[in-house]
């Protein structure tokens, strides 16, 4: 009776594993809603190492407005160039709602400027003041619509961000015939240099926010190599694994792609990368 008894058990035990195993196993195939941003999100939300490389970058960048300054005395039309989003801004709670609600940009994007409640990152608006307190001209050129300049002026301004004058702030305009790539930030640059001003720093997360990016191309990498010695000299780079033109460069099309299609890429060779 009691062999009988233990052997039920057994055999109710090894059923109920085999279904988890299961439903482990079918879970593990399919398509997780966001799944390739759950780390990148994790390591922007809460790991000091992400912290201590913005630290580190804006470091880099005080040290180099210091010796710029030096060698160019009476100059006062040397600019500095920034990013706004996961440069100044950090939206990662964005991502993480995005994570949660299983939507994706521009899902909940104007909602979430509009609370004008992103946080500084780290380093960066020390660096700005900095930047201000040594006179250079600072400019803001950000692909962020025109419909979100208010708020994120607001937002800005609530953090004592310095310069956020109008011409100073250069966010994406509309498609046109003269404006065929609104992403393109190149022709904003070029704007900022026909008015006189000559840019000496720029600061980003993305390489079309230093140079213009041809992130589809298959030389993507050996463009970035060509101006490797400008990197922490007068290029500034944040990291940021969320999101940006690295994705659509490497072949992932979109946040709800399959943990198999991921794997996938991770295996294959991609061309034009170096590892
Ligand atoms: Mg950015």
Same mark, same amino acid.
Not at 30 to 53: D, F, G, H, P, V
Not at 132 to 150: P, T, W
């Given at each position: 009776?009691?062999?009988?008894?233990?052997?039920?058990?057994?055999?109710?035990?090894?059923?109920?594993?085999?279904?988890?195993?299961?439903?482990?196993?079918?879970?593990?195939?399919?398509?997780?809603?966001?799944?390739?941003?759950?780390?990148?999100?994790?390591?922007?939300?809460?790991?000091?190492?992400?912290?201590?490389?913005?630290?580190?970058?804006?470091?880099?960048?005080?040290?180099?407005?210091?010796?710029?300054?030096?060698?160019?005395?009476?100059?006062?039309?040397?600019?500095?160039?920034?990013?706004?989003?996961?440069?100044?801004?950090?939206?990662?709670?964005?991502?993480?709602?995005?994570?949660?609600?299983?939507?994706?940009?521009?899902?909940?994007?104007?909602?979430?400027?509009?609370?004008?409640?992103?946080?500084?990152?780290?380093?960066? %608006?020390?660096?700005?003041?900095?930047?201000?307190? /040594? !006179?250079? =001209?600072?400019?803001?050129?950000?692909?962020?619509? &025109? #419909?979100?300049?208010?708020?994120?002026?607001?937002?800005?301004?609530?953090?004592?961000?310095?310069?956020?004058?109008?011409?100073?702030?250069?966010?994406?305009?509309?498609?046109?015939?003269?404006?065929?790539?609104?992403?393109?930030?190149?022709?904003?640059?070029?704007?900022?240099?026909?008015?006189?001003?000559?840019?000496?720093?720029?600061?980003?997360?993305? %390489?079309?926010?230093?140079?213009?990016?041809?992130? /589809? !191309?298959? =030389?993507?990498?050996?463009?970035?190599?060509?101006? &490797? #010695?400008?990197?922490?000299?007068?290029?500034?780079?944040?990291?940021?694994?969320?999101?940006?033109?690295?994705?659509?460069?490497?072949?992932?099309?979109?946040?709800?792609?399959?943990?198999?299609?991921?794997?996938?890429?991770?295996?294959?060779?991609?061309?034009?990368?170096?590892?």
């Amino acid at each position: 009776m009691k062999t009988k008894f233990i052997s039920i058990i057994l055999a109710i035990f090894l059923f109920s594993c085999t279904n988890s195993s299961d439903k482990y196993l079918s879970t593990k195939k399919k398509s997780i809603a966001n799944n390739n941003l759950i780390m990148a999100t994790l390591y922007n939300y809460y790991a000091s190492e992400y912290k201590a490389l913005s630290y580190q970058a804006y470091n880099i960048g005080k040290q180099r407005l210091s010796i710029i300054k030096k060698n160019n005395p009476g100059k006062n039309n040397l600019a500095v160039v920034v990013d706004i989003d996961e440069t100044i801004l950090d939206n990662s709670p964005y991502e993480a709602k995005s994570i949660e609600s299983g939507k994706n940009y521009p899902a909940y994007w104007n909602t979430w400027c509009n609370l004008s409640a992103a946080k500084p990152v780290p380093g960066s %608006l020390e660096f700005l003041k900095y930047a201000d307190s /040594l !006179g250079f =001209n600072i400019f803001y050129v950000s692909n962020r619509k &025109k #419909n979100l300049e208010e708020a994120t002026v607001k937002n800005l301004k609530n953090l004592r961000f310095p310069q956020l004058k109008d011409t100073h702030l250069l966010l994406r305009e509309k498609k046109s015939g003269t404006n065929k790539e609104p992403n393109n930030k190149q022709p904003r640059r070029e704007k900022i240099t026909s008015q006189g001003y000559e840019i000496v720093l720029l600061a980003g997360d993305n %390489l079309g926010d230093f140079y213009e990016d041809n992130f /589809l !191309g298959k =030389n993507r990498y050996a463009e970035m190599k060509k101006h &490797k #010695n400008d990197f922490g000299k007068k290029f500034i780079v944040l990291p940021n694994a969320m999101y940006g033109k690295w994705i659509k460069s490497i072949g992932v099309t979109d946040n709800q792609s399959s943990i198999d299609s991921l794997i996938t890429i991770m295996t294959k060779k991609i061309e034009g990368v170096n590892r």
